[in-house]
């Protein structure tokens, strides 16, 4: 999932010391299919064993296939600590546990149940995409790639994560995580997303895309981390590329596909008070003289309103005829 699904958990191993500015050889993605399935392989046999994919079995999304709950996960994880999205998963789940459910709510409600995840597009974007669900798949889920890439707010990685996770296909997922994985062990280099993309797909083992998809995530979350990656537990630590090179500057992982970049400084944002009137309209409407204190710029009504104003244009919020403010 993910970070998009989450960041990284610290390792107890210290990485080699890095060699500064070793050539690693550049490598296409047309490599040998054996080539692929026997790293796809070990990385899923690890985490089937006793690495990622059991210590992380707290995660309850991992115990269902259902692809609504999977929808849900992976878009609560967006950019979100996965630590804040367990509560709110199941807080979620438990008011609008089919997207009939959901669809049926207003906007409102679904901003509500979306308290402290932040980022509250991605609660309207959920709450169109239940109503597709319903109105052109009979309430339920679609398995397709196109179909899924057609609801709002799905991605590349969301929808092959849903037909991984939910519908166990044959398809591999790229997050953050999984892309440090491949741009470091498997090709030593910064792929494109289209490379990534099949490169992964080339890796799955036959009938474990479930399987394999949360190992290779662990295994970016847990292991092959942004920082001190832990080389000594690596599943294809002899394998790695980039490891066997000295792992030399620049981190081929960094500016990859499926790697985050660094966000834009989050305090004092528009992000912020966006996220700041949203959370005083949960409570109840905001009158036009309330709505600077409520972004929190009081002094500063020029951009108090245009924040509000932004929030209107997305649909999630509502302005009557006196310039009151309420979620819809």
């Given amino acids: 999932m993910g970070t998009t699904s989450g960041?990284?958990?610290?390792?107890?191993?210290?990485?080699?010391?890095?060699?500064?500015?070793?050539?690693?050889?550049?490598?296409t993605v047309d490599r040998p299919v054996r080539q692929c399935r026997a790293?796809?392989?070990?990385?899923?046999?690890?985490?089937?064993?006793?690495?990622?994919?059991?210590?992380?079995d707290d995660l309850p999304w991992r115990s269902t296939r259902d692809p609504w709950a999977v929808l849900?996960?992976?878009?609560?994880?967006?950019?979100?600590?996965?630590?804040?999205?367990?509560?709110?998963?199941?807080?979620f789940l438990t008011e609008f546990p089919t997207p009939a459910a959901c669809?049926?709510?207003p906007l409102g409600a679904v901003l509500r149940a979306w308290e402290g995840m932040g980022y509250n597009r991605r609660a309207r974007n959920l709450h169109l995409a239940a109503g597709i669900v319903v109105d052109r798949h009979g309430g339920r889920v679609p398995d397709d790639l196109g179909s899924l890439l057609a609801l709002p707010g799905v991605?590349?990685?969301?929808?092959?994560?849903?037909?991984?996770?939910?519908?166990?296909?044959?398809?591999?997922?790229?997050?953050?995580?999984?892309?440090?994985?491949?741009?470091r062990a498997v090709e030593g280099r910064s792929l494109r997303p289209a490379e990534a993309q099949a490169l992964v797909d080339a890796m799955v083992p036959t009938g474990r895309g479930w399987w394999f998809g949360q190992a290779l995530l662990d295994l970016g979350a847990l292991v092959c981390t942004a920082r001190a990656p832990?080389?000594?537990v690596c599943p294809v630590r002899r394998r790695c590329r980039w490891a066997r090179?000295?792992?030399?500057?620049?981190?081929?992982?960094?500016?990859?596909a499926g790697v985050s970049t660094v966000h834009a400084r989050f305090e004092g944002s528009d992000r912020q008070g966006r996220g700041r009137l949203v959370a005083a309209l949960r409570i109840g409407p905001v009158r036009a003289a309330d709505v600077p204190a409520a972004v929190g710029r009081p002094e500063d009504q020029d951009s108090a309103r245009r924040i509000a104003d932004a929030l209107v244009a997305d649909g999630l919020v509502v302005r009557d005829r006196t310039g009151e403010l309420r979620l819809p």
């Avoid at 500064?20 to 550049?26: H, L, S």
């Avoid at 996960?73 to 998963?89: D, F, G, I, K, N």
């Avoid at 166990?168 to 997922?173: F, S």
């Fill in 72 to 91: 849900v996960s992976e878009t609560l994880a967006q950019q979100t600590q996965l630590s804040r999205v367990v509560p709110a998963y199941h807080r």
């Fill in 155 to 183: 991605g590349p990685y969301t929808a092959r994560a849903v037909q991984a996770f939910a519908f166990e296909r044959q398809v591999g997922v790229v997050d953050t995580n999984a892309g440090r994985v491949l741009a």
């Fill in 103 to 105: 669809a049926a709510a």
């Fill in 7 to 27: 960041g990284d958990v610290p390792a107890q191993a210290v990485a080699p010391a890095r060699v500064a500015q070793v050539a690693v050889p550049p490598m």
């Fill in 39 to 56: 790293l796809g392989a070990a990385v899923e046999a690890w985490g089937r064993a006793d690495g990622g994919a059991t210590r992380r």
């Fill in 230 to 232: 832990a080389c000594g």
């Fill in 245 to 256: 090179a000295g792992q030399p500057e620049p981190d081929p992982a960094k500016g990859s």
